[in-house]
């Protein structure tokens, strides 16, 4: 047997880059960061790939819309979703963004090879066409898009043709085969029902008469009658005349398909520019310049992400290595392009398949998927934000002199109110966004059976998260790790092992985890292992080791008792790592058994024994795992999604995360004996987010935020805004004095379109602008000409403070202000703009 391990090439879908992430995309990264981490627990030679899609008139348009170029735009939004996976604590080996050099170079080269084996030429062509989908679809101009229900556009282009329909009988073997694996079997079968196609008129007659023709049998089930069809078919004249001139066919395996179903696919856009340019020699032959259609563009990120396209020749190996894909986990809307289009350009261009795709289903909020275009999303960023301030306090050791890690807060043993116990810190920032992570990996693969749609609630989290993590899995770690600190001085006891296995109910239990595992059944597993814990809180209270310790003819039995909770807690926590690896790592320390990704690595984690836990040692210090959410949690969240809902919410877009924990309506009850008096009472509230202001759509992100601000002309200092006087520092927006509606009422906002913009000689700050109001024109002199060039900004619709008296600076008059933000360090204004068409002069209110 060989020692070299299995290798596992695991990818997400690459995000487009035109709104910011939501918990639907979360989900998608969650769940292929689970796969990866339960891989290399495993000792496979795991490689996990996510990234961003950049290209195509969707990101153009949206760009456009924000005033700013695409390349700007792309790398903002792409920040938002590389930050967002750092904060999560996502472990992807990569991060490949269709914008990357690299990548480029590897899809032109695979645009090149397929037109060089003459799989792809020019035609002209005349479709209805999706731009959100970036898709020509089968539907009358300007109606709705089958698949997202967009409006539909004419479009009319000579483009480059790639022969899918050259693929359609291949496609067919190769997924009825499972040679490419689809899983699961309803994601299969709508791809093999769209490769087969719909059979003409004359062949559904026959299909007809030979149902009709065929003799009852009573209390068949319909898969059986359709089987006797299917046998009935086979054979039959009709059909096979229909098959000999072409009407119908039959792949390898007998199953009948409509061929020509499959028809060729447009690669390439001339109606745009913001994409791969189309490779010479192909670019010389087209009359117009042409970029690479952005689907064929962004599925190449699998393979350019590892090296396809470099000259480098460590690139090359590492792509000889890990291609093919072993697994490409996706959406279910995209499995079409992930099962046809995929393998067809692949098939075409000599190169290997991936091994097997698999779909999930859809988060959906209020009963239908979240999406920005619905306007139904939750972020992440809130529940991290919330579910953060739930983070017990870490033991660093910090304040203890000499030997006195054993100091352990326990139930008989509380720290004063509101104290931290020795040793105890308040967390950090990240350690509270990796302990709420944990929260949303849990609940979104328990409450969701994987490849069905689920319903997302903020009340349904906070209840999972009471009982499963609370008073389920953490209870039962802190009892018994707080009765061995009571009754054994925290050192694992000594038991007969034998002894102890005939009780417990291990085996089979971990063989059937195992094996959810294995078919991403996370559900199941989930459930599995709840049942364990279940099973082992009972063990415990009917073994009362309370009644135990007063008897003592019993201390065999109580040592028993407590080995065999401690080792079930340790099998449970390694199963668990993959789902929730910042509160395994923490029961792990408790346990005495050190670091969890260091045993993770060192294949601790897997083939888990009964007795792998050493009996003498000796646990770590003790803190509580998952405190007692408050049902008012959910309440904090809605607020934070809908800070218009609750003039009283905190105000998301302005307000800085320090390094302090919030003092939430969620302070948290302790459900443990542990938990109590942990949290820091004296910490000062912790604001929940800042915002960056993504390219004018208000995208709000936890990093670096800027305070809005006003950019008004004042030749010394052109922002007057926090941010300006200590960079990098926004204010918190608490900071600000409230104001009422009324207040708000007396500023007079206003859309206008700058028509002049224009130096001012020796003001280096300065920019004259002329911006039409609709009902009048003025100028305004703005302090933005350090980030702003003149072209840049004619013909922009911006916010502008239109009842600011007027004021005279350098000799000339100034009247308005225009509305931006305050980004980063410098405080660089970003022009506040709209994403939709607004008529000049429109009251913003
Ligand atoms: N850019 C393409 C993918 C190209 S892959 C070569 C794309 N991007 S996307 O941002 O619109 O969606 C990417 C993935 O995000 C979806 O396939 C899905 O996995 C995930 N989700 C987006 N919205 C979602 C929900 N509401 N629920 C669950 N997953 C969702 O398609």
């Known amino acids: 047997m060989s020692d070299t391990p299995k290798k596992f090439y695991l990818t997400t879908p690459i995000y487009y880059v035109n709104a910011r992430p939501h918990i639907g995309h979360a989900y998608t990264t969650i769940v292929a960061d689970v796969l990866a981490r339960r891989h290399r627990l495993l000792g496979d030679d795991t490689f996990f790939l996510t990234g961003t899609d950049e290209h195509g008139q969707k990101i153009e348009r949206s760009a456009a819309a924000a005033g700013i170029p695409p390349q700007q735009f792309a790398d903002q939004v792409s920040k938002t979703f590389e930050d967002l996976w750092k904060r999560m604590g996502i472990t992807n080996d990569d991060y490949i963004r269709t914008t990357d050099p690299k990548h480029a170079k590897g899809v032109q080269k695979l645009f090149a090879t397929l037109y060089e084996k003459g799989f792809i030429e020019l035609k002209a062509y005349t479709g209805t066409y999706c731009v959100s989908d970036e898709a020509f679809v089968d539907v009358p101009v300007g109606a709705p898009c089958p698949d997202c229900g967009r409006i539909t556009e004419e479009v009319t282009e000579e483009n480059f043709f790639f022969k899918l329909s050259a693929f359609q009988e291949k496609l067919l073997e190769l997924i009825e085969s499972n040679t490419l694996k689809i899983e699961n079997d309803a994601r299969r079968n709508e791809v093999l029902s769209f490769l087969r196609g719909t059979p003409p008129p004359e062949v559904n007659d026959v299909a007809v008469r030979i149902a009709d023709s065929l003799p009852p049998i009573p209390e068949e089930s319909l898969k059986q009658k359709l089987a006797r069809i299917q046998e009935a078919a086979n054979n039959h004249p009709d059909l096979v005349q229909l098959e000999k001139i072409g009407k119908i066919a039959r792949t390898r395996s007998g199953e009948w398909y409509a061929p020509g179903a499959l028809k060729d696919l447009s690669v390439s856009r001339s109606s745009f520019t913001w994409g791969i340019p189309v490779p010479e020699p192909a670019a010389s032959a087209a009359k117009e310049k042409h970029v690479i259609y952005v689907w064929l563009d962004a599925l190449a990120n699998y393979m350019t992400a590892i090296g396809y396209g470099s000259d480098d020749p460590d690139e090359q190996k590492k792509f000889d290595h890990y291609w093919p894909a072993d697994l490409h986990l996706v959406g279910k809307e995209i499995i079409r392009f992930h099962c046809v289009y995929w393998p067809a350009f692949l098939l075409a261009a000599d190169l290997p ?316 009850t302790p459900a443990q004996p542990v938990t109590t008096d942990r949290l820091d009472p004296a910490a000062p509230p912790r604001n929940f987010t800042e915002a960056t202001h993504v390219a004018g759509s208000a995208a709000t992100t936890t990093h670096n935020g800027p305070t809005p601000s006003h950019t008004e002309a004042t030749p010394s200092a052109p922002f007057n805004t926090p941010a300006a006087q200590a960079p990098g520092n926004a204010a918190p927006a608490d900071a600000s004095p409230q104001i009422n509606i009324d207040d708000f009422i007396k500023i007079d906002l206003r859309v206008a379109q700058i028509v002049v913009a224009e130096r001012i000689p020796k003001a280096d700050k300065l920019l004259r602008l002329e911006v039409d109001l609709g009902y009048e024109k003025r100028q305004i002199l703005s302090g933005i000409a350090e980030f702003y060039t003149p072209e840049e900004l004619i013909g922009r619709r911006i916010v502008v403070i239109a009842n600011l008296a007027p004021r005279k600076m350098r000799g000339l008059e100034s009247h308005g202000m225009l509305l931006a933000a305050s980004h980063g360090e410098n405080g660089k204004p970003i022009l506040a703009t709209f994403g939709e068409d607004i008529a000049l002069g429109s009251r913003l209110k």
């Open 353 to 668: 398949l991936p091994k097997a795709i698999t779909a999930h289903g859809w988060l959906l909020f209020d009963n239908s998927k979240m999406s920005k275009s619905k306007g139904n999303i939750v972020r992440t960023e809130t529940i991290l934000d919330a579910f953060g301030t739930l983070c017990p306090p870490t033991y660093t050791g910090a304040g203890l002199t000499g030997g006195s890690s054993g100091l352990q807060p326990t139930e008989s043993a509380p720290s004063q109110k509101g104290a931290l116990a020795p040793g105890f810190s308040a967390p950090t920032n990240s350690e509270r966004d990796l302990f709420a992570s944990d929260v949303l990996r849990y609940f979104l693969l328990r409450e969701i059976p994987f490849g069905q749609d689920g319903s997302f609630s903020f009340d349904a989290l906070i209840t999972r998260y009471n009982a499963d993590l609370a008073n389920g899995y953490g209870n039962l770690v802190s009892r018994t790790l707080s009765m061995i600190t009571k009754y054994r001085e925290g050192v694992v006891p000594t038991a007969t092992v034998s002894l102890h296995e005939s009780r417990q109910p291990l085996w089979p239990f971990l063989e059937t985890t195992n094996g959810a595992f294995e078919l991403n059944n996370f559900y199941l597993a989930l459930q599995n292992i709840w049942t364990f814990i279940s099973i082992t809180d009972v063990y415990v209270s009917t073994n009362a080791p309370w009644k135990l310790a007063a008897d003592q003819t019993k201390s065999e039995d109580l040592d028993l008792v407590l080995y065999g909770a401690a080792s079930a807690i340790r099998i449970i926590t390694a199963l668990l790592y993959p789902i929730m690896p910042f509160a395994t790592a923490e029961v792990w320390q408790q346990l005495g058994l050190g670091d969890i990704e260091q045993a993770a690595k060192n294949g601790d984690l897997k083939n888990l024994q009964w007795g792998g836990l050493k009996p003498g040692t000796k646990l770590g210090p003790l803190s509580p795992i998952f405190p007692r959410a408050d049902k008012s949690l959910a309440e904090t969240m809605i607020n934070m999604e809908n800070p218009d809902s609750n003039p009283a919410s905190p105000n998301l877009e302005s307000s800085p995360r320090p390094e302090t924990p919030l003092k939430s309506a969620s302070t948290p």
